[in-house]
Each structure stands twice: as structure tokens, then as C-alpha cells.
């Protein structure tokens, strides 16, 4: 038991949550607890740096939630931030992107613990094998043949593969893409499979990303879902008018999908800086009129 608790205690350091939990001011907090992908990063063709936790990791780091806050679901959260119902100390679990794991590991161990997931789905992915850009900006960089990625666009920069490693030379490549001035994703992936010496995955015969069955079959399971808009672009880059048809297309698609109102919108590329689970998204009622 102690050996069991030994690994608890490790795991929530290294993941950061112990952090987080001690952070939390004493009071009545609504805690949003936000992934994406659960499993092995070094299974991936894409991006290592987007998985949150392993299958054990996650299963003990929700027994820990479980055993100091209230889990609460959605509907219950949106409850409290109208002030429809009492405040109280609760965490809400939810992931970003709707990745095949969400269902193939995810969702048992929540369902194991008795506690709602809330899915935030671009729905232009759901079903498909597609790679999303930060998946294949990943790809090239995993197949380089150079030690040395040099870029000139949207700034010149240089990354050490051998010194600075994979997941760290990923993350800081994909941290100059979202910079405002890269105006031109097609340049910067051109100039990327330039500077690795690799090209791009042309096809990906395998599905990375849940579909429309497994999302229902997740609903009657228990769990809930909301938008990510449907192409999963960054939304500060885009115009007013592209932003708001990102955004009516995947209410649109989901509510149709699903057969039920959709409330709450997951922003994309919008992190309030929680370590290792990628950031905080608060849900807020949705009320997009057209």
C-alpha cells in the first residue's frame, strides 16, 4: 500500500497537478483540469509533446482528483457560473482534439471512476486519419536527417536535435508557428522539410481521431462534449467573419451529430499557463447568434 501511495505522490509531482492542488486558494473554486492525449508519446507519429499522461498515470491522477475534490459534470459547472446553483470546490476533467485514445483509453478509466469527461471536438477531424498541422510539423522534424534545423521564417532560429532532444526541438518549432507574424503556414512547412532534409506524411491510412459512433456511444456512457471549432486553427490569426464560422459550422455539425444542444466552446491555442496538462480552459456558456 505504501509503494502505492509512494507512486501516487511521484506521479502528481512530476505531472505538476501536486502543484496545482497546493496552489489553490481556500475557497469555493471551480478547477478546470484540461488534456488531450492519454498513452505512450513514443508511439506517436505526431506530436510527443501533446500527450498529458500514460494510461496509469492518468488512471491514478484521477483517483487523486477524485479523493480531494467533487468531480463534477458539466451541466453542474455551468450551473455554478450562471449562479444557478451554490458554488463548491470542484474540478472539471476535459480534453481537447477528440484523439482515438480519448475513447480507446479514456473513457473506460473515467467510466471505471464514475466521473464525466467533457470532449471539446474539431469537428472537421472527428473520424479521420488526417494529420493536423502540429501532428505533421512533428513528423518532419522526427524524420530529419540534419542535426541542425535552421529557419529563416517567421524568424530566424536555429535547434540543436542531438543537445535540445525530440519533444523539446517540437515544442520550440511549434511555438514559433503560432508566433502572429508567421502569416504563411505553407512557407513554413516548405521551409521546414528544407531545413530537416524530410517531407511531409502525403497519407495517413491509419484514424488518429475518434468518430460520430464512438462520440454517442461516449454520450449515453456518461460523458459530454462541446466544440473546438472545426478546423482547429489558431483563431487570433484569423478574421472576425472566419473565426464565427468556425465556430457556428462545429455547433452546427456536433448538435446534429449528437442530437443535443451544445452550450460551451473550448478556444484554440488560448493556454493560461497549466503545467503539463496543457493549459486551462474555462467553459463558458455559448451564445453565437447568426
Given amino acids: 500500500m505504501r ?18 492542488i497546493e496552489c ?42 477524485k ?16 449562479g444557478e446553483a451554490p458554488w463548491t470546490t470542484s474540478a472539471l476533467i476535459t480534453f481537447d482534439d477528440g484523439y ?8 473506460p478509466i473515467l467510466r471505471s471512476h464514475g466521473v464525466q469527461g467533457v470532449f471539446f471536438l474539431p469537428t472537421g477531424f472527428v473520424g479521420t486519419g488526417q494529420l493536423p498541422w502540429w ?6 522534424i522526427k524524420k530529419s536527417r540534419n542535426r541542425y534545423v535552421r529557419l529563416e521564417y517567421p524568424e530566424p532560429a536555429t535547434f540543436d536535435l542531438e543537445t535540445d532532444g ?15 507574424e508567421m502569416k504563411d503556414a505553407e512557407r513554413f512547412v516548405t521551409d521546414l522539410e528544407e531545413a530537416c532534409g524530410a517531407t511531409r506524411l502525403q497519407e495517413n491510412t491509419e484514424r488518429l481521431f ?30 472576425p467573419d472566419k473565426q464565427l464560422e468556425e465556430a457556428v459550422r462545429s455547433r452546427e455539425i456536433l448538435e446534429r451529430e449528437l442530437g443535443r444542444r451544445i452550450d460551451v466552446m473550448a478556444y484554440c491555442f488560448w493556454q493560461l499557463g497549466l503545467a503539463h496538462f496543457g493549459g486551462l480552459i474555462w467553459p463558458t456558456p455559448w451564445d453565437v447568434k447568426v
Fill in 135 to 140: 501532428d505533421m510539423i512533428a513528423h518532419i
Fill in 166 to 180: 525530440l519533444a523539446n526541438t517540437c515544442r520550440d518549432i511549434l511555438q514559433l508557428a503560432k508566433k502572429p
Fill in 67 to 82: 479523493r480531494r475534490f467533487h468531480l463534477t459534470t458539466l451541466d453542474d459547472a455551468l450551473a455554478m457560473i450562471s
Fill in 3 to 20: 509503494g502505492k501511495r509512494e507512486l501516487i505522490a511521484r506521479v502528481c509531482a512530476q505531472s505538476g497537478l501536486t502543484n496545482l
Fill in 100 to 107: 482515438l485514445d480519448n475513447y480507446k483509453i479514456v473513457f
Fill in 24 to 65: 489553490i486558494p481556500p475557497r469555493r473554486v471551480l478547477m478546470v483540469v484540461n488534456y488531450h492525449r492519454i498513452g505512450n508519446p513514443a508511439e506517436t507519429i505526431g506530436d510527443p509533446g501533446v500527450f498529458s499522461a500514460t494510461a496509469e498515470e492518468f488512471d491514478l491522477q484521477i483517483g487523486y482528483l
Fill in 210 to 239: 475518434l468518430n460520430w459512433d464512438e462520440a454517442r456511444e461516449m454520450q449515453l456512457g456518461g460523458m459530454a462534449f462541446g466544440s473546438h471549432t472545426h478546423s482547429h486553427e489558431i483563431l487570433s490569426k484569423l478574421s
